[in-house]
């Protein structure tokens, strides 16, 4: 227990590419389908963007720390 896991090969950082993609068009999907009854276009929208803006984000931190080693 308390064993920390470093992401130190490609293809860990593929499978988390592959996660976070996976979890964002799930989250745009649950949240287009339950949440957004309320909104008009341009806020889905802004929704849409923001979130690709993080997960854009997460994914860019995994492969930058990689093509700096």
């Known amino acids: 227990m308390g064993e920390v ?19 964002w068009l799930a989250f745009i999907v649950i949240y287009l ?3 957004a009854n309320g909104f008009d276009f341009w806020q889905r929208f ?3 963007i ?4 993080i ?4 994914i860019a931190v995994l492969w930058v720390k990689w093509a700096l080693k």
Do not use: E, L, Q
């Not at 130190?8 to 976070?20: E, K, Q």
């Open 33 to 35: 389908a339950f949440f």
């Open 55 to 58: 997960v854009f984000a997460v």
């Open 5 to 23: 896991v470093a992401m130190n090969s490609i293809g860990t950082r593929i499978a988390g590419t592959i996660i976070a993609a996976a979890c």
């Open 46 to 48: 802004a929704v849409f």
């Open 50 to 53: 923001a979130s690709g803006a």
